[in-house]
Each structure stands twice: as structure tokens, then as C-alpha cells.
């Protein structure tokens, strides 16, 4: 269970990159790390940027993570673009469904600059 998390204030929004390694523990707690950060900077519009390495998280994992990850960042921010530098396009696909179902307005991205450019266009 290890992995690094850096941010990167931007003047719109928080940059969180994470690297290590792929598991069901270290994805619940970056998430839980990055929520935590963006309340103490009051900070609510983020890009999460996930290079973990490792086998991918099957479907009921991904589903657990989305839905009580939803839970706790239910109301907290206005928007979350995501991208996954080893994605599998479906199962991210399905997360953003889950956790978008759950209310909270979150994209998932092929690239940084895409991601960068959506929260940049849909500005506070």
C-alpha cells in the first residue's frame, strides 16, 4: 500500500497528480487526501491526474470506490475532471456513472489538456 500524491495550485483549480501502485486501499485514500486538501484550501474544482501502476481494479471495486467516495464528497465540489493515464475507457466510463448518478459532477478524461481545457471552460 504506497503511493505519492503532489499538488498543484492553479488560479481556477487544484492539480492533484498521484503515482504508485493500483489497489483498491491506496485509490479510497489519494481520493480521501484529495477531498481533505481541497476543503483546507477551500479550493473545489480539481483535476486528478492517476498514474498508479498494476492490474486495474475490477468492477465491484471500481463501484465501491465511486459509490461511497461519492458520499463523503457529496456537496463539497463544483467540479472534478479525472484522468487515468493507464485508463480502461469502459470501467472509467462506469465510475463517472456512478459517481455522476450520486451527484457529483465529475469527467473522466483521455489527456491532461483536455481535462484542463473542460475545467478552464466551465469556469466558476
Known sequence: MSYKLTFD?????????????????NVTRYLEDVRRECVARSCFRVLIEECLIGPRLKTMDVFDIAAKGSESAHGVFQSIAYVDVNMDSEMMKFAEDVAFNRGIPVRVFLSVADAEKWLLDHGE
Not at 495550485?9 to 486501499?25: F, M, R
Request: aromatic fraction near 6%; hydrophobic fraction near 25%; avoid cysteine.
Open 9 to 25: 495550485q492553479k488560479p481556477t483549480y487544484l492539480h492533484a497528480i498521484v503515482t504508485g501502485n493500483n489497489s483498491k486501499e
